[in-house]
């Protein structure tokens, strides 16, 4: 075989091996986009109860080839010599890419986020469940029923949410309560309690029975049932719970109701019973304040 020839059949096979590895990055760069497009962070059932959310290391993954992909197209497409080709790598990496990351967001705009982990007291790990996208709230404590490297399957026995208008109840926390979204708790008498936000109370769960308090309801549940014998009391939330007996509407969510505050007279712990004498006591000089005349136009 002569030197011309091998020389040829040199260049001839680095065109072959050229064309199947843009072949494959292609079929890889759809793949992915596909996939970052169409597979939600999480999805749910309302006829199953069931919530799935895939785990941190699943999305990582499928974001990251999703980009990688994306920068070897645009690479791909510059050293490309073929016109044709090296347009096909370019429209898909610029059109393509950010296309599936809008159909992503349309599909899955609010997709359910884990902000707080709590052990029952029926041994079971529940997890404070968030779903929000401008002023759309949604929220649920989730049962972990299912945990794998891909996902994490929740049963979830009711949802509330946490839109205008708003609906409720303060409560005090244990001292050293941390300030975050999401807070989950587990009474004394065994309530599974979620705190969105400071000290507000939107939901309760009770594993024993299976009731699940949420919207309205939920005004109903006492400051103190997140307080045993010994607890120390958050003070801020205390603060919150005055400023709004000040504000003077007692219809309103997170106003407190009386006959809670007249039970926490005897609770155990001596640090609600004196909480509970204030608040009463701010409540009786708040009704007691006297009213402005009414304007008599006749």
């Known amino acids: 075989m002569s030197e011309k020839q091998e020389v040829m059949e040199t260049r001839s096979s680095r065109r072959m091996m050229s064309r199947r590895v843009y072949v494959v990055v292609i079929l890889v ?11 939600p962070a999480s999805w749910e059932s309302s006829t199953a109860e069931t919530i799935v959310i895939l785990t941190p290391v699943t999305r990582w993954a499928i974001n990251i080839v999703a980009f990688v992909s994306f920068c070897i197209l645009i690479w791909t497409a510059f050293k490309c010599r073929r016109w044709a080709a090296a347009r096909v790598a370019l429209e898909l990496g610029l059109l393509a890419y950010p296309a599936c990351l809008i159909v992503a967001f349309i599909l899955n705009p609010a997709p359910w986020t884990i902000c707080s982990t709590v052990a029952g007291p029926d041994h ?11 002023y759309v709230k949604r929220m649920t ?5 299912g945990d794998s490297l891909l ?3 929740y049963y979830y026995p009711g949802m509330t949410d946490g839109d205008s208008l708003y609906s409720w109840a303060s409560v ?22 979620g705190v969105r936000s400071s000290n507000q ?24 049932i997140l307080l045993g014998p010994a607890d120390a009391l958050q003070q801020t939330d205390i603060e919150r719970i005055q400023s ?6 007692p219809d309103r969510p997170g106003y407190p109701k009386e006959h809670h505050l007249r ?36």
């Open 29 to 39: 760069a759809v793949l992915s986009f596909m996939a970052q497009a169409l597979i």
């Open 124 to 134: 079971q790990t529940y997890r404070f469940l968030d779903s929000s996208v401008l």
């Open 141 to 145: 404590i989730g049962r972990l029923e």
């Open 151 to 153: 996902y994490q399957r």
């Open 172 to 193: 005090i926390r244990p001292a050293g309560a941390e300030e975050q979204l999401g807070q989950l708790y587990c009474s004394t008498s065994g309530l599974i309690v």
């Open 201 to 224: 109370c939107y939901m309760t769960f009770d594993p024993s029975s299976g009731e699940f308090l949420g919207r309205e309801v939920v005004e109903e549940v006492s400051p103190f």
């Open 244 to 249: 709004r007996i000040r504000e003077g509407e």
């Open 263 to 298: 039970q926490g007279l005897d609770h155990p712990n001596p640090e609600v019973q004196r909480v509970a004498k204030q608040l009463l006591e701010e409540i009786q000089a708040d009704t007691d304040q006297p009213q402005p005349p009414v304007a008599n136009d006749l």
